[in-house]
């Protein structure tokens, strides 16, 4: 892992590493590749793809690893140090941190010994996160700056919302207990982001997991079992101190503060109400949020609601604060921002792969305030690809976006059952860094339909060297 001198991992500054000091253009990426609900009783496994043009397997998945048990659902990853222990030559990033949503289990895997051949160290078995933490369904993991490791969690143990957090120790993997103190914790968990230069820990909120676990009903936003809140934690007391509401089905998923440690700002892409927001310090030293960008729902025929929204499920900005992207899961298009002012982001760049709304599938597109026509559906090397742009990770120097397109896999199965069938594919977009603009890349596609053990989903990408959805600069 890129290492300078005498420093610990990852990069001084979010300038430093989009400069490419230390670290060259990425050669390798791990994928989680998801099995549950497909069909085939296979455990998951984490992938290693060769994204290097110059390498004779481009765009081949040249590892495959697999995990110990059935139906974990591996979702999100995390590094067991990175930029945040930047300062501290004793550490390194060779631990890759994979949570399970659905089995509640947390693997660390040794990517260290052989950056393309990674191998499992340690497994936490569930019943460590419900004794010693009363949670559940771990989702995201960042590393600390003290080298500890914090996971947030979407539940309790018994599958109702909870969104507390589990803090493993970063030498042995134990689990130490709940990060957070106090009783008090939001109803729902999900995602989080920490700046410590403003005392702050901000968590986002998705559903209860036995809620979501197989599907998703309209009817369970009514009864509040998905997520509209920011919220806000004290960062030093580890205390829950504020939320911030984003209205009701909402359901804010991906939360990001600007990566320049002093921002007292970010943003946070709202799945259902198709919506960006910016959240901010307020003069007074609380917190709050203003919508900046909206993606209108579009009218349709021959889907589940008469009303499609975007469904924006990650979003991400580059390491020089330039620009934010997000995906529109159900549309199926890509967005480039530019937020120069953040306050008014302009879109700069779009393109679409897949989604829908495609010309000559089951649905039709009644009203819409964005489009003139249905586009087309979208074929590269031949393939025409299921399903729609989901996951996306930016490479350091901005000018690479890879995608993949599978959300999760009981969601996949209900929205995009050919996904399921096909499996999920990677695509790589170029991006113009100087006016903004995205283009497809033609000659890239990893198909995960032609996995050895049949059709795989895979989901969030990370390079060995740290990114940007993963580093914290504090």
């Keep these: 892992s890129a290492k300078c001198g005498a420093c610990g991992p990852g990069y001084a500054t979010p300038l430093d590493a989009m400069k490419g000091k230390c670290c060259p253009r990425e050669e390798i990426v791990y994928l989680p590749c998801i099995y549950r609900n497909t069909g085939i009783e296979k455990p998951d496994y984490l992938a290693t793809v060769d994204v290097d043009p110059k390498s004779p397997h481009y765009c081949q998945v040249i590892h495959r690893l697999p995990m110990l048990n059935l139906k974990d659902e591996l979702h999100h990853s995390g590094w067991n140090a990175c930029s945040s222990c930047f300062g501290d030559a004793t550490k390194r990033r060779n631990r890759l941190i994979l949570p399970s949503l659905i089995s509640s289990r947390i693997y660390v895997v040794d990517v260290g010994t052989d950056l393309r051949a990674p191998r499992i160290h340690k497994v936490v078995e569930p019943v460590e996160l419900f004794w010693k933490g009363n949670v559940a369904n771990p989702h995201t993991s960042h590393c600390l700056g003290s080298g500890d490791i914090l996971i947030s969690c ?170 934010l992207y997000f995906s529109n899961w159900l549309h199926g298009d890509i967005r480039q921002y530019d937020i120069s002012d953040t306050r008014k982001p302009k879109l700069v760049g779009q393109v679409f792969l897949g989604g829908s709304i495609t010309k000559g599938g089951p649905v039709t597109v009644v009203e819409d305030k964005e489009l003139q026509y249905q586009p087309e559906p979208f074929v590269i090397k031949g393939k025409r690809v299921p399903g729609g742009p989901q996951m996306i990770q930016l490479s350091l120097d901005g000018k690479r976006l890879y995608v993949t397109s599978s959300l999760y896999s009981a969601w996949d199965k209900q929205f995009y059952p050919d996904l399921v069938k096909e499996g999920s594919v990677m695509l790589q977009i170029d991006v113009d860094t100087e006016k903004g603009g995205l283009k497809v890349n033609k000659n890239f596609l990893v198909d995960f339909g032609k996995e050895p053990d049949g059709p795989v989903l895979a989901h969030e990408i990370r390079y060995p060297g740290g990114d940007c959805t993963s580093d914290i600069w504090v």
């Design 154 to 323: 979407l539940g309790d143990p018994s599958g109702n919302g909870k969104g507390g957090f589990i803090l493993l120790d970063g030498e042995t993997f134990e689990v130490k207990g709940n990060w957070e103190n106090g009783e008090k914790v939001p109803p729902l968990g999900y995602d989080f982001w920490y700046q410590p230069r403003h005392n702050v820990l901000m968590s986002t909120e998705w559903g209860a997991p036995k809620v979501l676990a197989d599907g998703f009903n309209p009817a369970d936003i009514e009864k509040g079992y998905y997520g509209r809140r920011i919220n806000v934690w004290d960062w030093s007391t580890r205390t829950y101190i504020q939320a911030v509401d984003l209205g009701k089905g909402s359901i804010p998923l991906e939360i990001r503060f600007l990566h320049n440690p002093d921002a007292a700002e970010g943003f946070v892409g709202c799945a259902l109400s198709g919506t960006v927001h910016r959240f901010y310090k307020t003069e007074k030293g609380d917190w709050a949020a203003e919508k900046v960008i909206e993606v209108p729902s579009k009218k349709v025929q021959g889907w589940l609601l008469p009303d499609m929204p975007g469904l924006i499920t990650d979003i991400l900005i580059s390491l020089d604060d330039r620009f």
